[in-house]
């Protein structure tokens, strides 16, 4: 178990050969222009930007982000397989940055398993204690206990291509686990997975944390994964970070329009041409001819901010719009049958919103009335809009 801090990290990757070559042009000549989001300095392409945490004992901490947003190199920064460019990284109140990974107390689990092949799942487990001189009796019982815990005993004396994913990844699990590490990394460990297994193994996972009461930081580009594990939620954007906070935090209040449309399943829907005003002295956003009163936390916190009225973009989320006779019109495009709801890509305001609706309550007419290319009306209300500034696309409640 350990605390630890992260204080202005920073990871730069030294310009090669090539690149320095590839930036000189000849005179008259424009330079080749390439898409890179990340920051390219003299010093070098920095994969993440200032990155400031503070992680308490036992937490929980899930890093979130699209491909190359610096997530998967910041945990690789505090495992030590990656040297820290700028900052300080302290583990339980010790700086480590040039503390050998062995020697850091930390365990990794890959998203590739990184298993022996040649070995069993008994020695697989085994083999970071034997590296330490273990007493055997003590070896064969933390080997046995963690296999209890992730229930794979039956599988200890076979080789690791007799298993399958799943199994494989608790292999992988418990040969971190088995050496009680104070803090437990785990690099996208359910990507290989099939979603049945994933959401099994989301499971393992949180009761694994009941049992072993350690440090976990893991890193996952799927927010249903960030959402149901994390006590909190690193979000990151091109190295730098967008928001830290609970899953319930920064579902209900994204600080940015990056965070509020990374966020959530299916995405929010952004009204781009919508307006905030004020009308008798209260807050309300119009869009599409229509006027929604805000709610009154939204009223006192757009107040606090001395928020005045401007073009904005409206974010609500597709399960917060619900269907209504006297709202928005709309022409259904796509009707996806879920089960106990139905996904709706309704055409309205020129624009395609997408709604979830229940259908726990509804008659098989109803159901039926919301097929493809049939006529729906909808509407939703003030205390499930999100307001964000045009020009930053920052909320303008943070």
Known sequence: ??????????????????????????????PEKKKVNLQITEKGVVAVQQFNLEIADKEFIVMV?????????????????????????????????????KDRDIAMVFQNYALYPHMTVYDNIAFALKLRHTPKDEIDRKVKEAAEILDITQYLPRKPKALSGGQRQRVAIGRAIVREPKVLLMDEPLSNLDAKLRNQMRAEIIKLRERIQTTFIYVTHDQTEAMTLGDRIVIMKDGFIQQIGTPQEVFNHPYNLFVAGFIGTPQMNFFNDAKLVKEGGKYAVTVGGQTVVLSEDKQAALAKNNVQPQDIVLGVRPEHITLDKTGFTGKVDVSEMMGSSVHLHVTSMGRDVVMVVSTMNMTGAEVAALANGNTVNFTFPGHVCHVFNKETGINLEA
Do not use: F
């Open 1 to 30: 178990m350990a605390s630890l801090s992260l204080k202005n990290v920073m990871k730069i990757y030294p310009h090669s050969e090539d690149t320095k070559k590839a930036k000189k042009v000849k005179k008259g000549e424009e």
């Open 65 to 101: 982000g699209p491909s190359g947003c610096g997530k998967s190199t910041t945990l690789r920064m505090i495992a030590g397989l990656e040297d820290i460019s700028e900052g300080e990284l302290y583990i339980d109140g010790r700086l480590v940055n040039d503390v050998a990974p």
